[in-house]
């Protein structure tokens, strides 16, 4: 699903972000990617959604060599990943509805379409009845999930979750990561970026440890020991 060949990524004058990465991601996995700040992390999720590009090695999502993946591909790829961040960047004068539909709308998907999608959506994460609310009337917890149902629109075989529990509290960390859980059982692979030892020890998963831009560690059940 996701293969990175000798994936290095330079900064100049002198830092490696990523140095020499070899890393496999099956079809239906969980993967957790730990460590501590600047390791490497965020720069390995943003070469996988074509944000950047890696200075040397190679990225293949599927059958797809996406190494020296032309700009007007980009958006192809990124219906196939959905990606949820930190920050949940809701548009604050749309509803819930509308903030999940402008993700199709700016594809050009019929409105009979998203009128379809949407309360399904809006269903697996648990938020069916909020779509008439605004992002202001939501907790951070529901805003997130928004958020989750907006990168699932376009049914992506991948979810990249980049920190999505770092601005939530231990209740709604928890209800996230099950809603999450959730998503991988009905067959998304999950790649979720986070330094919270509690999360990834608790879910008993995957475990891949980054530092210094390289992996020290891939356990198939593994724990965060950093």
């Known amino acids: 699903m996701i293969k990175l060949r000798g994936v290095s990524k330079f900064y100049p004058p002198n830092v490696y ?14 993967v957790s990617i730990v460590g501590q700040s600047g390791t490497g992390k965020t720069t390995l999720i943003k070469l996988v959604i074509s944000e950047e590009k890696p200075t040397s090695g190679r990225i293949t999502i599927g059958n797809w060599d996406i190494t020296q993946i032309k700009q007007s591909e980009i958006p192809y790829l990124r219906r196939q990943i959905g990606v949820v961040f930190q920050d949940f960047k809701l548009l604050p004068k749309k509803t819930v509805f509308e903030n999940v539909a402008f993700a199709l709308e700016v594809c050009g998907v019929s409105k009979e379409k998203i009128a379809s999608i949407i309360p399904q959506v809006l269903k697996i994460v648990g938020i069916e009845k909020m779509g008439e609310r605004y992002p202001h009337q939501l ?44 998503i ?43």
Do not use: W
Not at 17 to 30: P, S, Y
Not at 189 to 206: A, D, F, M, P, Y
């Open 17 to 30: 972000a990523l140095k020499d990465v070899n890393l496999d991601i099956g079809e239906g996995e969980f």
């Open 139 to 182: 907790s951070g917890g529901e805003q997130q999930r928004v958020v989750i149902a907006r990168s699932l629109v376009h049914k992506p075989k991948i979810l990249v979750a980049d920190e999505p529990t770092g601005n939530l509290d231990s209740l709604n960390t928890r209800e996230i990561v099950d809603l999450l859980k959730k």
């Open 184 to 226: 991988n059982e009905l067959g998304t692979t999950v790649v979720l970026v986070t330094h919270n030892r509690e999360i990834v020890n608790g879910l008993k998963k995957r475990v891949i440890i980054l530092d210094s831009g390289q992996v020290i560690s891939d356990q198939a059940r593994g724990k965060y020991l950093l």
